[in-house]
């Protein structure tokens, strides 16, 4: 079975932010949550470099651990996804992720933040494939329908890769053997615990 | 000499020329090989600052944080040392109460029922005691649900209605935080006067507080077990409100960093405090004949308080009688206090 990651090559992205409107627009994510975030760092001063970033899906999930609720599971393709009738909005998921990938609708106090959103790899949610149900709570199911997350199919300069952790870590080990560099693969020590050798 | 010097002059100075076009332009050429050599680099990142944050330009600026791995520590605190933690204070506590319910008993009233009352606490003191008390109940059961009960609770009832009754516990907790730190400033400002330390209360603790032996050490209104009941309501009430509310007001106070410090603050003051209260309640009940009333009916035994609190019993007997018989109106009652 693919075990599904994201693997952003900052050495490519020129912080164009279409990741972020294809994912706001594929799941019609509600005003004021962004599933995917474009971050650049050292902004303006030689050196900068723009990563995309939404949840990494980690193995272990931090979030997963600490829900009070046990309302995560991971995929056999690991994806981390949860239910949102589970889900109780107490935020301790928001405190665990190292990625900032949990989201809540409500920038509400008193604790009435709602149920938690975040990156779905989209592979929807534990209803049906493709029903009414799943579209409304987590969005599109593109994985059901054998397509890739709609954020790294439409970048145009294929930083953003996604798909079977083996098939793309070895995308971008050609492209840092036949460029000369890269800049590593963000996140994948934090998430995966494994790096790409370049 | 002369024909020397001709010979040797342009041969320096085709060398020095040789060694100026070899030089100059490697830096430009090293620098096009390998653009990631001056850029930011993760792992250094992360070294730094132990988070990487950056520029969005997305509205909401908070995701400018692009790592943070320190929730990891986090995890490891809630999962693993605050279930420890927690069960051991709480336990333990428990342990301790019944061995010593065992083996010391219910401290008796020693000199029998006088049959004559006096007010120790008036009702408006009741009611604040019994409103945080209650608010208290409900935090410390929601509460222990977010630690304890995913591995307790819901392998027993099944996800759904864990979740529902989650949700409520969760609901139940924010809104009930608010009466709860209503209840200690008033407990803070109404009782201050008798919490103060001081002499008497080493005396107290030198001779067991009369709960080992039979002793019955002098005390004004409060001994030294009550002031430091007193004074956990107090600093650990404060501290648990504090944390709470910066929890329930994410991002106002601080960042993820700083939520999660007060989540680690919150959940152990919180275990401690609750293993206090186990205390007070077993001394408030069945530990102690006749301290119930204290906080029931308001008024206790004339020989309870002589037993307990001999120096507030001469203040106020001093200051009028005690209740004989025939029920005190209410205002002088409040008067007494």
Redesign the interface.
């Given at each position: 079975m693919a075990r599904m990651k994201f693997l952003c090559d900052?050495?490519r992205c020129i912080?164009c932010?279409a990741c972020?409107t294809a994912c706001k627009n594929e799941h019609e994510v509600p005003w004021?949550i962004?599933r995917r975030?474009?971050?650049?760092?050292?902004?303006g001063k030689?050196?900068?470099?723009?990563?995309s970033?939404a949840c990494m899906h980690c193995t272990d999930a931090?979030c997963a651990?600490?829900?009070?609720?046990?309302?995560f599971y991971t995929t056999a393709d690991g994806v981390v996804l949860h239910s949102k009738?589970?889900?109780?909005?107490?935020?301790?998921c928001?405190?665990?992720?190292?990625?900032?990938a949990p989201q809540y609708p409500k920038v509400g106090?008193?604790?009435s933040?709602g149920k938690m959103d975040k990156c779905t790899y989209c592979a929807g949610g534990p209803e049906a494939d493709g029903s009414k149900e799943e579209y409304e709570k987590y969005g599109a199911n593109r994985l059901a329908e054998g397509k890739l997350p709609l954020c790294a199919e439409m970048c145009s300069t294929k930083s953003l890769l996604a798909g079977d952790g083996e098939i793309i870590a070895q995308i971008y080990r050609e492209r840092v053997l036949k460029r000369?560099?890269?800049?590593?693969a963000?996140?994948w020590?934090?998430a995966y615990r494994e790096t790409i050798e370049s | 000499m002369s024909s020397f010097a001709r010979f040797i002059r342009p041969a320096i100075g085709a060398w020095a020329l040789l060694l100026l076009i070899m030089t100059a332009p490697a830096p430009s050429l090293a620098q096009q090989i390998n653009p990631t050599a001056s850029s930011v680099n993760e792992r250094q990142l992360l070294q730094e600052m132990d988070r990487i944050q950056g520029r969005v330009s997305i509205p909401d600026q908070r995701s400018s944080v692009l790592m943070q791995p320190a929730g990891r520590e986090w995890r490891e605190f809630r999962n693993v040392a605050l279930r420890w933690i927690g069960g051991v204070a709480m336990l333990g506590m428990l342990a301790v109460l019944v061995i010593f319910y065992l083996t010391r008993g219910m401290v008796r009233l020693e000199s029998g029922r006088s049959g004559r009352t006096i007010v120790r606490f008036n009702t408006y003191e009741r009611v604040v005691h019994w409103m945080t008390a209650t608010c208290f109940v409900i935090l410390a059961i929601s509460g222990l649900n977010i630690t304890f009960g995913r591995p307790l609770l819901l392998p027993l009832i099944g996800f759904d209605a864990f979740s529902e009754w989650s949700q409520w516990a969760k609901f139940a907790h924010n809104y009930l935080s608010f009466p709860f730190t209503i209840g200690v400033v008033l407990i803070f400002l109404m009782w201050i006067g008798g919490n103060i330390p001081n002499k008497l209360d080493l005396e107290w603790i030198k001779r067991g507080g009369g709960l080992i032996g039979h002793d019955h050490p002098p005390a004004r209104r409060f001994n030294a077990g009550q002031k430091g009941i007193y004074w956990i309501v107090v600093i650990g009430g404060g501290l648990v409100a504090v944390t709470g509310y910066q929890l329930m007001f994410p991002f106002y106070v601080s960042g993820i960093e700083g939520m999660q410090i007060a989540q680690i603050v919150h959940s152990v003051v919180a275990v401690l405090f609750i293993a206090a209260m186990l205390a007070h309640i077993y001394i408030g009940t069945i530990g102690m004949e006749g301290a119930f009333e204290a906080m029931g009916s308001g008024e206790v035994d004339v020989n309870w308080a002589r037993e307990h609190h001999s120096l507030w019993l001469d203040q106020e007997l001093a200051r009028s009688g005690p209740n004989d018989s025939q029920p005190r109106p209410r205002h002088a009652a409040s008067a007494a206090e």
């Open positions: 900052a050495d912080e932010n972020v004021g962004n975030r474009v971050v650049t760092i050292a902004d030689p050196g900068e470099r723009s990563v970033m931090p651990a600490v829900c009070p609720v046990n309302c009738d589970l889900c109780i909005g107490c935020g301790y928001f405190y665990a992720c190292p990625f900032g106090n008193f604790g933040r000369g560099y890269g800049s590593g963000w996140g020590k934090t | -």
